[in-house]
């Protein structure tokens, strides 16, 4: 499992670096299942139960992690893409064509959504004005011109509140994937992201005062053929 999901980080890699036109969806169903699985096994030997778990984190981490960089591409805002054509509008000065990201080695499906937020952004007279003042500079003697400034990157926005304690709205959602994820591989239906949001929200507060800590973790596992949330550490485990 160690090499499989390293070897699934290194796919990531070469689809986020422009590599790879499409991100590795079926080795990474593959190792969510075999994840999942392995979550029902109870492993006695202490050592390998504590490996098992450490990868189980790194698991959920990485999986954040590309899925936060899956809606960045979608959006436009990825931050390797944004600095590559923010490099090229230094030189340039004029708003880049969809052709002209593409020769940079920006995918075309990721091309596009850059080029429409830089029109967003410029506003729908941004290539005219660009045009006409190329040709009101035609006419002047040439002059050293000083490279324009690239535009600053935009704060990240801060995390969204999601209602339920040591939770934001991302951390909520990723949550909501993976019981739909486990939920699909039994018979019964995940809740929807309001019915879990609900339940959190009268469980998690008991749980914390249960447990003496300041946020609670899951687990997903499937137990008698349905999926269910399992607090990571503590005393008295209760499903929900």
Do not use: C
Not at 21 to 32: D, I, S, V, W
Request: net charge positive.
């Amino acid at each position: 499992m160690e090499r499989k999901v390293d070897r699934l980080r290194a796919l990531y890699e070469t689809f986020f670096s422009g590599i790879e036109r499409q991100p590795p969806n079926a080795p990474r169903r593959e190792l969510n299942r075999l994840v999942l699985e392995m979550q029902q096994i109870q492993i006695r030997n202490a050592a390998l139960r504590f490996r098992f778990q450490s990868l189980s984190q790194k698991w959920t981490l990485m999986t954040t992690y590309w899925n936060r960089t899956l809606r960045e591409i979608e959006a436009g805002t990825y931050r390797k893409d944004v600095a590559r054509v923010s490099r090229r509008l230094a030189q340039k000065g004029a708003p880049l064509t969809e052709q002209e990201a593409v020769a940079l080695g920006i995918p075309a499906s990721r091309a596009r959504a850059l080029v429409a937020r830089q029109a967003a952004r410029g506003g729908p007279g941004a290539a005219a004005k660009a045009s006409g003042a190329a040709r009101a500079e035609e006419s002047l003697p040439a002059a050293p011109a000083a490279a324009p400034i690239p535009p600053a990157a935009p704060a990240p926005a801060a995390p969204r509140p999601s209602g339920v304690p040591g939770f934001s709205e991302d951390d909520l959602a990723a949550l909501h994937r993976r019981y739909d994820e486990a939920a699909r591989t039994t018979d019964r239906p995940a809740p929807t992201l309001e019915q879990l949001r609900e339940r959190l929200v009268k469980h998690v507060p008991q749980m914390i005062a249960h447990l003496g800590t300041e946020k609670v973790e899951f687990d997903v596992v499937v137990k008698d053929g349905r999926a269910v949330l399992r607090p990571k550490t503590g005393p008295g485990r209760r499903e929900t």
